[in-house]
């Protein structure tokens, strides 16, 4: 079976704090894992990816994630937010099938 | 640098009524799919092609119809529009001409479709 698990449907967080996005996943094969953002009224735009190299992958914005196998997540981190980061975000595992999470809507405050 | 683009950005449908959404890539993709967008489900896959004239089902496909005449374009089909089909449908494109793989998918901005 495959799934993936977003912890948190929202999280709000002051401007220039850090930003930590849960996900966890499921997968009998190894799989690739992505991170997507949505701003309002717009498509998904790839923040990073992992295919199996380093597990620690940096991606556009400032944006990170560290894949752990022994916990089966892939966590999303920002060391300092920026108003531009409200969005929503996805996580998404492809094995044997695409699966995307349900979802974090991002607030910032300023 | 266009990317994925689809039409109607918007459109009201009373049930019963039928609709093509529109979405042509120019990244000389392989594949492309068909997704719907509902609150708190994430994207779920409708249909998906891996090249012109070759299409399958995703995992909600029922009440859709595609088409890929060519590599550029991918069309979807309501024959006959019911309230539960009210959704943001997003169209995206992949490199690879496998179903899934470790590229990523690049997405348009959606069409948002309303069923009266």
């Known amino acids: 079976a495959q799934s993936v698990t977003q912890l948190d449907s929202h999280v709000s967080v002051s401007e220039g704090t850090p930003v930590l996005l849960r996900c966890n996943y499921s997968s009998s094969y190894s799989p690739s894992l992505f991170w997507y953002v949505q701003h309002p009224n717009k498509g998904l735009q790839l923040l990073l990816k992992?295919?199996?190299?380093?597990?620690l992958v940096k991606g556009i914005n400032g944006f990170e994630a560290e894949f752990k196998k022994s916990e089966t997540s892939f966590h999303l981190t920002k060391p300092s937010a920026h108003m531009s980061d409200a969005a929503e975000y996805f996580c998404?595992?492809?094995?044997?099938?695409?699966?995307f999470g349900a979802g974090t809507t991002v607030t910032v405050r300023a | 640098n266009a990317g994925v683009t689809q039409t109607p950005k918007f459109q009201v449908l009373k049930t019963g009524q039928s609709m093509t959404l529109q979405c042509a890539q120019d990244m000389n993709h392989n594949s492309m799919y068909w997704y719907r967008q509902d609150p708190g489900m994430g994207l779920r896959l409708i249909h998906y092609?891996?090249?012109?004239?070759?299409?399958d089902q995703g995992e909600v496909p029922n009440g859709y119809n595609v088409s890929r005449l060519n590599k550029r374009e991918f069309s979807l089909r309501l024959e006959s529009a019911a309230p539960s089909q009210t959704s943001v449908y997003f169209c995206?494109?992949?490199?690879?001409?496998?179903?899934?793989?470790?590229?990523?998918?690049?997405f348009g901005d959606g069409t948002r479709l309303s069923i009266l």
């Open positions: 998404v595992v492809i094995g044997y099938k695409l699966s």
């Open positions: 992992y295919t199996s190299a380093a597990t």
């Open positions: 995206a494109s992949r490199a690879q001409t496998r179903k899934f793989g470790n590229q990523p998918q690049h």
């Open positions: 092609s891996v090249g012109a004239g070759i299409t």
